[in-house]
């Protein structure tokens, strides 16, 4: 799976949208983007994934540079709920990493009042 | 309507003692997971299994047997307890080889 950089910490005003960018400069084509984030005291928790097309659901929208060299989870309107470790994985599905989610050290955001 | 839970929560025992955590998923998943988070905050996986078979193993010391009774079940036993045990286990379960995984609300193992 190809290595991911994130920033070791970001702060956020509550209401405000938050922007947590990821480079994956090494990611092959059938590798996907995923991101996970980890409230504290809590089990990881799955935000979004995808391969190379913007995502968006409920939490959150995930875009994904053509080159597909990097990416950046938004979350559109930031609550003190919000504040958390937030993990970029890239993964591929299949072969001897069945299942495997490698989790680097993650950027905590945190949310300000 | 707890998706993936783990019990105990909270284990504090002896160096030396054999302990075992369970975890129970009611996703109707296929897949399962053992993750450890030390205490530099760094989750890694252990285990993986699918259909109740071993699929990963990352290297860990074989005092940490993994079993999984049937699809929605999969426990943890550790003999001989190490200080250096002591972490957060977390379980996870997903259909098949999927990057979707949805995570316990974690063990805390002390080891004195």
């Known amino acids: 799976d190809a290595k991911t950089t994130q920033p070791p910490s970001m702060d956020c005003a509550e209401g405000r949208a938050a922007n947590l960018p990821c480079n994956h400069s090494?990611?092959?084509?059938?590798?996907?983007v995923y991101w996970y984030r980890q409230i504290h005291s809590q089990g990881p928790q799955y935000i979004i994934h995808?391969?190379?097309n913007n995502e968006t659901n409920e939490m959150a929208s995930l875009i994904i540079t053509e080159d597909r060299k990097s990416s950046t989870l938004i979350l559109p309107h930031a609550t003190l709920r919000d504040t958390a470790v937030y993990y970029c994985?890239?993964?591929?599905?299949?072969?001897?990493?069945?299942?495997?989610?490698?989790f680097g050290q993650g950027t905590i955001l945190t949310v300000h009042p | 309507d707890t998706a993936v839970s783990q019990t105990p929560k909270y284990l504090v025992t002896q160096m030396g003692n054999d302990k075992s955590i369970k975890c129970e998923q009611n996703?109707?998943?296929?897949?399962m997971y053992w993750y450890k988070q030390d205490s530099k905050k760094f989750l890694k996986i252990m285990f993986s299994?699918?259909?109740?078979?071993?699929?990963i193993n990352e290297t860990v010391p074989n005092r940490f047997s993994p079993k999984s009774p049937d699809k929605a079940h999969l426990n943890l036993h550790i003999n001989s307890l190490e200080l250096g045990d002591s972490a957060v286990y977390f379980c996870?379960?997903?259909?098949?080889?999927?990057?979707?995984?949805?995570f316990g609300p974690g063990t805390r193992l002390l080891v004195l």
């Open positions: 299994y699918n259909n109740k078979e071993l699929i």
């Open positions: 995808g391969l190379k």
């Open positions: 090494t990611i092959s084509g059938n590798e996907y």
């Open positions: 996870a379960s997903s259909q098949q080889d999927s990057g979707t995984q949805y």
């Open positions: 994985i890239v993964r591929v599905a299949g072969g001897t990493s069945y299942g495997k989610l490698t």
């Open positions: 996703l109707g998943h296929d897949t």
